[in-house]
């Protein structure tokens, strides 16, 4: 992208990614924002809101002068920007969740809310599509947006605008939560929801033990296996950009299936047990599935120096590998293919495809069953802030996180593996909070106001 200036792109990953974080870091606080309305107005309204938010604010990275246009002005509006995405994207996925989950029979939540769970990584998926797609049309300056041409990099966001089109179209038509809708009747909505769910024990409890017990673990496992593996595959092992696109959205397609299994599995089996056990099996394959991506590869890096902008602060990696004499030189580009047909001939790409769709499987497992764990946890009348919150500080901060967290462990180590330390103490943190305290909810009612005490049974 071209919102910082031509020398600063050469130094600039970490405060790239410290940019995404905030974009991160906000997402509990539009949670709370944005769930307060929902459990007060209604799930509809909070969801219509957050959509044209963050319809909006994506809409506008593919409008935003660069740097050589309006200066120092640009990077500042595009933190501006992720600070919208960051807060809409706090209300609408507690929204979503609710919306869905209070539609369906208690007997099939897992596999109807397990829909909701496969979107992210398909969009992830489909913006790793239109980029390659966008770069194969194109060149590498045009992609850019060099040379006074149109940067190719601000289709993706432009064609958010039709998504959000059908998104609204859809969302407009849609009738109230039927159980919102009858607790409103009867005059049991919650007037505070952000008091009722973190002041009260009973509710606070439960918030504590979602988060540690479950999100936790269960963003970090989503971020590692997804976003993590690309930035390990072109950032770390030096694999050719075009190339790791190709082998990350191959992984996520044959992989996207078993959120829906995952999810209709937790109808049978229980939500916990799924969710626990993708954590104990990322900690305990996370260090041998990376060291086996490296030999898939061929590449020959053996540490990763890390370099110190005197003027920014910013820090920047470049990996390294060993010449015939020992010394340390910059490691070579590995898995020079730029087209679709080159790759998949190439057997030792279908085995890094099989690493990181092991990973995927792993997300899977954590992502599938979660939005009806938490949908099941919380009493209707404070769901949309109650689960939100856990949620949104697993996936945002645990989870969003990880990339400038990881980036900053090589960076201080040297170590290439240093970076998955943190998704495999979080993951084990969550196993063990999870195996003792986390509550089996499945086929759990989630209407408990028709008890007309509110409480939960």
């Not at 501006?80 to 809409?88: D, H």
């Not at 706090?90 to 609710?98: S, T």
């Not at 086996?292 to 020959?300: D, E």
Request: glycine letters at 10%.
């Amino acid at each position: 992208m071209t919102f910082i200036s031509s020398a600063a792109l050469r130094r600039q990953f970490h405060r790239c990614f410290i940019r995404l974080a905030v974009g991160f870091i906000v997402r509990p606080f539009g949670a709370l924002f944005f769930g307060r309305i929902g459990d007060i107005v209604g799930r509809k309204y909070g969801l219509l809101v957050t959509l044209l938010i963050m319809g909006g604010a994506t809409a506008l990275i593919g409008l935003l002068p660069t740097y050589s246009q309006i200066g120092v002005a640009a990077p500042i509006i595009l933190l501006l920007i992720r600070v919208l995405q960051g807060l809409a994207l706090g209300g609408q996925y507690g929204g979503a969740a609710v919306y869905v989950a209070e539609h369906v029979p208690d007997r099939l939540r897992g596999f109807y809310t397990s829909f909701i769970q496969i979107t992210a990584s398909l969009g992830f998926f489909l913006s790793l599509a239109v980029i390659l797609i966008i770069q194969n049309t194109m060149t590498a300056d045009e992609f850019a947006g060099k040379a006074g041409t149109f940067g190719g990099w601000r289709i993706p966001f432009l064609l958010s605008l039709l998504l959000v089109g059908v998104s609204l179209y859809i969302r407009m038509r849609m009738a109230e939560s039927p159980i919102f809708e009858q607790m409103k009747s009867a005059g049991m909505t919650s007037a505070n929801p952000l008091v009722e769910a973190f002041t009260k024990w009973e509710n606070l409890k439960h918030v504590l033990i979602s988060l540690f017990g479950a999100t936790a673990g269960q963003g970090v496992v989503w971020y590692t296996g997804q976003f993590y593996a690309l930035f390990y595959l072109q950032s770390i092992l030096n694999v050719n950009a075009t190339s790791a696109n190709y082998i990350v959205a191959i992984a996520l397609l044959m992989g996207m299936p078993f959120f829906i299994m995952f999810g209709a599995l937790s109808d049978r089996i229980g939500r916990k047990w799924i969710i626990l056990a993708g954590c104990l099996l990322a900690l305990l394959t996370y260090l041998p599935i990376y060291k086996a991506m490296q030999s898939a590869a061929g590449s020959n890096v053996v540490t990763a120096t890390s370099q110190k902008n005197p003027v920014t602060g910013a820090i920047s990696l470049t990996p390294q590998s060993a010449n015939e004499t020992g010394d340390l030189v910059n490691a070579p580009k590995v898995f020079p293919y730029t087209s679709f047909g080159e790759l998949v001939s190439n057997a030792s790409a279908w085995n890094l495809i099989l690493l990181v769709f092991i990973q995927v499987i792993w997300v899977t497992m954590v992502y599938g069953p979660i939005a009806a764990y938490l949908v099941e946890a919380f009493p209707a009348k404070i769901r949309y802030t109650a689960l939100s919150l856990p949620y949104h500080i697993g996936n945002g901060v645990f989870g969003g996180l990880l990339p400038l967290i990881g980036l900053s462990v090589i960076a201080s180590t040297g170590n290439i593996y240093a970076g998955l330390y943190y998704p495999m103490i979080i993951a084990g943190i969550t196993f063990i909070v999870g195996a003792i305290f986390l509550r089996e909810t499945r086929h759990k009612s989630i209407v408990e106001f028709e008890t007309g005490t509110g409480e939960r049974h």
